[in-house]
């Protein structure tokens, strides 16, 4: 199988992209890719003839974030964080294999449906409502090549992460990451890696709203057995 290009959106903002693809770490440490939110494709070949006039359709826009959603089929469990259209991103829009206009960021896409409504369960309890850039296009390659990084910090999320603001974030309890491919987040027990998503998603609310409290900090970060 062939490497498929697609056009996306990146969060430019440091503070909410290092808070949303901190939850997405700790949701799941084998994501591939940065947080995004994908527009066009997929394609074979790039389209670097019709960039320049996509981006100048999507300039100065913005995209509102509203709530969590979710994608759930007898072969999907997809938790994201659902997005609020413009104008100018659906004159933009062609997303081949699902042609509805539905922009999201992923933030969950694995086996478990169980695990997926508890994840849902833990982000329900914060009212993410914010703007991100949606004005410039960038392209994603999936899937990534063993050993290959691009400007964008693919392949591995925790390549591209600040991890000293996200540690800052957590009280320094941020556990190390051993390398590229494996982490020591693996070995953390499920519920500690929940604990880190509900302070993460307090600090994203706390970021976007001036009235919500942040959660307490859980134990120290013991690994699972």
């Keep these: 199988m062939g490497r498929k290009l697609f056009y996306v959106i990146y969060i430019k903002d440091n503070t909410l992209k290092t808070i949303i693809d901190g939850i997405r770490l700790f949701a799941d440490p084998t994501q591939k890719h940065k947080a995004h939110l994908t527009v066009r494709g997929p394609y074979t070949k790039f389209q670097r003839q019709f960039v320049e006039d996509w981006n100048k359709d999507l300039a100065n826009g913005k995209m509102e974030i509203s709530g969590i959603g979710t994608f759930f089929s007898e072969y999907q469990n997809t938790v994201y964080l659902n997005c609020i259209g413009t104008t100018t991103l659906r004159s933009v829009w062609n997303k081949k294999d699902y042609p509805d206009f539905n922009p999201h960021i992923t933030l969950y896409n694995g086996e478990s449906k169980d695990y997926a409504n508890e994840l849902v369960n833990i982000l329900e309890a914060f009212d993410f409502r914010f703007q991100i850039d949606a004005d410039e296009l960038q392209i994603l390659k999936s899937p990534v090549m063993k050993g290959e990084y691009s400007i964008y910090g693919e392949p591995f ?25 494996s982490y020591s987040i693996n070995k953390m027990s499920k519920d500690l890696r929940f604990d880190f998503i509900k302070r993460l998603g307090a600090l994203l609310d706390e970021n976007t709203s001036s009235n919500v409290k942040r959660i307490p900090k859980p134990q120290s970060p013991v690994v699972a057995e």
Excluded: F, I, R
């Design 157 to 181: 999320v925790a390549s591209c992460l600040d991890t000293d603001l996200l540690d800052e974030m957590l009280d320094g309890d941020m556990p190390p990451l051993k390398n590229e491919e």
